[in-house]
Structures are given as C-alpha cells and as structure tokens.
T-cell receptor, first 112, second 115 residues
Framework: DQQVKQNSPSLSVQEGRISILNCDYTNSMFDYFLWYKKYPAEGPTFLISISSIKDKNEDGRFTVFLNKSAKHLSLHIVPSQPGDSAVYFCAASDTGGFKTIFGAGTRLFVKA | ETGVTQSPTHLIKTRGQQVTLRCSSQSGHNTVSWYQQALGQGPQFIFQYYREEENGRGNFPPRFSGLQFPNYSSELNVNALELDDSALYLC??????????????FGAGSRLTVL
C-alpha cells in the first residue's frame, strides 16, 4: 500500500523560477513529514520537515506547506537554481517511530 | 564528524547466493535502519536496530536479517538471493529515543545486482 505518493515523476523549471513539488498521503496518524534530496551516487540528505500541527515551515529558499484536510503537502523552492537538480523524496513518520515511509520521488531539472 | 559509510559500493551475485552488506553509523548515532530502493521507487524500510536489538521491521521475508554491533555499526544479510533483490541498499542512522522528526542520515548505498 502506497501511503505516501508523489504522482509527478519529473519536473522541469527555469532557473530563477519557483519549483513546486507535491506529495499526498493516506495515513492520518503521521506526525511528521520530511523532504529529502538525492544526487546521483549519493544517499538522500534531509532538507526540511514539518510537524503535523503546523501548516508551513520555511528554511531559506525552501518552504513546505501542509494541508491536513486534503492530506497533501508541497515543497516550494524559490528561486530555483541549477544545483537544485536532484530527486526529491517526500517522507512521513510518527514521533519516535522506527519507520519512515517514502514516496517514489520526483526528479527536478532546473535549466540555466 | 564522519557520516554514514557503507561497503561494498557495488557487487554482483547470482541467484541463491548470500550477501552481507556493512554500515558504519554517524558518530553519536545509536540507531541504524536499512532501506531497499528498487529502480524508480523510493526507499522501502527493511528493519531498524537500536542498542543491538531489532526494534522494527518492514514487509520483508526472514531471509533478510541483520546485526548491530556494540560500536553501533551494522550488517544486512540476505540469503537465497532472488533476481528481485537487485536494488540499492541504503543504511541510515539517527540518534534514538528523541522526540521530533525522525531525521535520518543516509550512506551512499550498496548497489546489489543479482544475475
């Protein structure tokens, strides 16, 4: 069962514009949502997280929005840079839980 | 501080063989988990070890087993390899027993090909 879904396998954006990556989930019991970024030949690296009791968290160029009623979250990158080109994974976990569930990933291409 | 290191980086096995993958956790991290990432998919949770005990397991058969050592390093063992076991195996560590988001530090992975 796919509890975390990323329906867009890829996204192409012009440098300087906004990138919006989307994620849907089905389990209301998730306490935290996270985004990881993965470059080729490297492991995923943590980018930003949001608690289920919040609807927005911002860190520099990266902002995550959470809509609990729609079970939807999105990652906004403004402005997008060529170095942001990577695969982005949406993930969900419960507090202190041992299991993090990942989406299939969205490959972002930022064109110079 | 050193990050998570995994070995080997690549390996090729044949069906029915056994494989052992190794992981050194990040300094200060006492919890290690393993994930399988098949082509085109996200990482899938295999199991987690905390203080040398398995304390969580995903939907993987018993031929996937593991160990954690007193220095918090870990091994993933897979017996009776099948073609579908071909994947990138990721090790991740974190500091256990804390509240908040379960932020994982990943290694670069071991790519296993089963022929």
């Amino acid at each position: 069962d796919q509890q975390v879904k990323q329906n867009s396998p890829s996204l192409s954006v012009q440098e300087g514009r906004i990138s919006i990556l989307n994620c849907d989930y089905t389990n209301s019991m998730f306490d935290y949502f996270l985004w990881y970024k993965k470059y080729p030949a490297e492991g995923p690296t943590f980018l930003i997280s949001i608690s289920s009791i919040k609807d927005k968290n911002e860190d520099g160029r990266f902002t995550v929005f959470l809509n609990k009623s729609a079970k939807h979250l999105s990652l906004h990158i403004v402005p997008s840079q060529p170095g942001d080109s990577a695969v982005y994974f949406c993930a969900a976990s419960d507090t202190g839980g041992f299991k993090t569930i990942f989406g299939a990933g969205t490959r972002l291409f930022v064109k110079a | 501080e050193t990050g998570v290191t995994q070995s080997p980086t690549h390996l090729i096995k044949t069906r029915g063989q056994q494989v052992t993958l190794r992981c050194s956790s990040q300094s200060g991290h006492n919890t290690v988990s393993w994930y399988q990432q098949a082509l085109g998919q996200g990482p899938q949770f295999i199991f987690q070890y905390y203080r040398e005990e398995e304390n969580g397991r995903g939907n993987f058969p018993p031929r996937f087993s593991g160990l954690q050592f007193p220095n918090y390093s870990s091994e993933l063992n897979v017996n009776a390899l099948e073609l579908d076991d071909s994947a990138l195996y990721l090790c991740a560590s974190r500091q256990g027993a804390i509240s908040g988001a379960n932020v994982l530090t990943f290694g670069a992975g071991s790519r296993l090909t089963v022929l």
